[in-house]
């Protein structure tokens, strides 16, 4: 159903704070931000409209948490130390590597916000220096490709895109999910920023406040889109490249077609591996850009196909050998969504509009388990649905995952609000368990509180008795508190439902495993790892079982478990 009205009522226009050229009013609960001038102004500009939001924003906790979000001792016993010295050093060779624009618009945004600018560049590194070091982290532990995961020959974010016959009036359509880290930060500081450089293209990007440049999910005045996918399991991540997000914000500001965008991506090297999703809404095409340090390729998608969907998995074969099998969950959960939105492309082309792109965001899945192969996420932090042919974008608005509720439209010609272009809305079952699982997640990454998280996992168990995934968070959690008793209990419920993966119920045969052997029940504890090793198991599970085998699972051992929210499970078991 299209859900746009010509309703000729005009709104109320909400106040309006201004600074020089800059900007900012509200709509719902969406800044919207104009800047204008030098990047050094516009920087200024974005920090003194939003200061107390920036402050509050995903720069400043990303510079707090990266120590959480790598996991309890990940980098060793001194990883309370360690950490810190890293981000120094690693974080301030990411930012030597940035070019002088984007220095001045950091450098505006953090005086502007009254912050010191050296932290909060520090924290503007973060997505490069975590993959740097995860990196390093998988080449110590020689996990070998993920060829097992790959996608076959077809195409942690996703993109679908239709055009032509695929859509109800021939207009590209370009949506997207931005999901990342800052659950409890992203979505109440989410800022769409209109762009009006004094040198170069108009584009508004949709971000947080304190995410200055354009370069992860944007369009610009001459009709292109720009989503950006990270490719967060590969060895090959190298320090000397340009840092994520500058890029992209180039292209924003320079081309014009598709050709332009590819000259500016071929002429950087970055320090990560990332996709690029462009698209050109006046001659309907897309061009799907891989890289990594050592490699890019360039993949112009038919006119004819009229459909593309992209999640975090290279197309590629070479780039695809450097995706390092580290965690089985993330690679099912990638493929079971990419396969999910071009399904969906499919089932729909034909009458897809910007109310059906939406509800591709919002889907949660095929399947009997809410994360398997579901396309809105925990940490879906960012949606937008953008008709680059018209310039218009509608936002996702509310907490995570933003592509569940109400999304806002917006103007690139007008810089603005566009009200009269409608409204669309997403539909979710299951939506009041979920949020529980959100709130887990909030508490348990973001506030360090097991406590709250038990009892948030445990209310989305309540509400949502028939998913598995939840109950076996809720097990991990009681585990890690010391409740042998409820994490069995927990662990019986998981196992009972089932799942569709067999790796997933070997995972849960383990934990019920260490349970048991956390109750002193030794010889139960081994038919539960004998059990584990009886399924096809992820290797770090198997591994996990084989040493559980030959030693009993302690106290110790269940303090330092880290539960990954997100996908419902643990990275190193």
């Known amino acids: 159903m299209n859900l746009e009205t010509n309703d000729p009522r005009p709104s109320p226009r909400p106040a309006t704070r201004r600074i020089g050229r800059g900007a900012l009013t509200r709509v719902g609960d969406v800044n919207v931000l104009n800047v204008g001038g030098s990047f050094y102004d516009m920087g200024f500009q974005h920090g003194a409209l939003l200061a107390d ?10 510079r707090r948490v990266v120590q959480s979000l790598m996991g309890k001792g990940a980098l060793g016993p001194l990883s309370g130390l360690v950490w810190p010295a890293l981000q120094r050093t690693v974080g301030r060779r990411v930012a030597r590597e940035m070019p002088r624009f984007a220095h001045d618009t950091l450098r505006g945004l953090a005086e502007g916000a009254g912050l010191d600018p050296q932290s909060f560049l520090d924290g503007c590194t973060m997505p490069d220096a975590l993959m740097w070091v995860a990196s390093r982290m998988m080449q110590l532990r020689g996990d070998g490709p993920a060829v097992a995961h790959r996608i076959g020959l077809e195409l ?23 999901d990342y880290h800052g659950v409890g930060c992203w979505p109440s500081t989410k800022t769409v920023i209109f762009h009006e450089p004094d040198e170069g293209l108009r584009y508004v990007s949709v971000a947080a406040a304190g995410v200055a440049l354009g370069g992860i999910t944007a369009m610009n005045e001459a009709g292109l889109t720009l989503t950006v996918h990270q490719h967060m399991f590969t060895d090959r991540t190298r320090l000397g490249g340009v840092p994520i997000g500058v890029v992209g914000d180039v292209v924003m500001r320079e081309a014009e077609d598709l050709d332009e965008a590819q000259r500016i991506l071929d002429a950087h090297t970055p320090i990560g591996c990332w996709t690029y999703v462009v698209t ?13 340090p050592d490699r890019k390729v360039a993949h112009r998608v038919e006119p004819s196909a009229e459909r593309f969907g992209y999640a975090n998995v290279y197309l590629d074969e070479e780039l695809g050998e450097t995706e390092v099998s580290f965690y089985g969950s993330y690679w099912r959960h990638n493929e079971g969504r990419h396969r999910r939105a071009n399904e969906l492309l499919a089932e729909r082309a034909g009458a897809l509009d910007p109310q059906g792109m939406a509800e591709i965001l919002g889907d949660t899945g095929a399947s009997a388990c809410r994360v398997r192969d579901s396309i809105a996420m925990v940490m879906t932090v960012g949606s937008v649905v953008f008709r680059p042919e018209d310039g218009t974008v509608w936002v996702g608005t509310g907490e995570a995952p933003t592509s569940h509720g109400t999304f806002v439209p917006f103007s690139l010609a007008r810089m603005g609000h566009a009200p009269e272009r409608g409204e669309l809305r997403v539909e979710a079952a299951g939506a009041e368990a979920f949020e529980r699982f959100r709130r887990t997640y909030v508490a348990y990454v973001d506030r360090d509180d097991l406590a709250g998280a038990r009892a948030a996992i445990g209310e989305a168990s309540a509400l949502a008795p028939e998913q598995p995934l939840y109950h076996y968070v809720r097990g991990l959690l009681a585990l890690e508190a010391g409740d042998a008793d409820e994490a069995e209990a927990a662990l019986d419920r998981a196992l009972a439902i089932g799942h569709p993966d067999p790796e997933r119920r070997a995972a849960f045969h383990l934990w019920r495993g260490r349970a048991r052997d956390l109750s002193g029940r030794r010889a139960d504890a081994v038919r539960d790892y004998r059990a584990c090793l009886g399924h096809y198991a992820d290797a770090p599970v198997r591994r996990a079982a084989e040493r559980g085998m030959r030693r009993a699972f302690g106290a110790r051992d269940a303090r330092r478990i880290h539960v990954d929210i997100g996908l419902a499970d643990v990275v190193q078991p």
């Open 53 to 62: 939001e920036v402050r509050g924003g995903p720069i400043p906790y990303y």
């Open 156 to 178: 942690g974010c996703t993109s679908a895109v239709a055009w032509g016959s695929a859509t109800a009036d021939g207009a590209l359509l370009h949506a997207r999910n931005f």
């Open 280 to 292: 050109d809404g006046k001659t309907r095409e897309v061009l799907c850009y891989e890289e990594s």
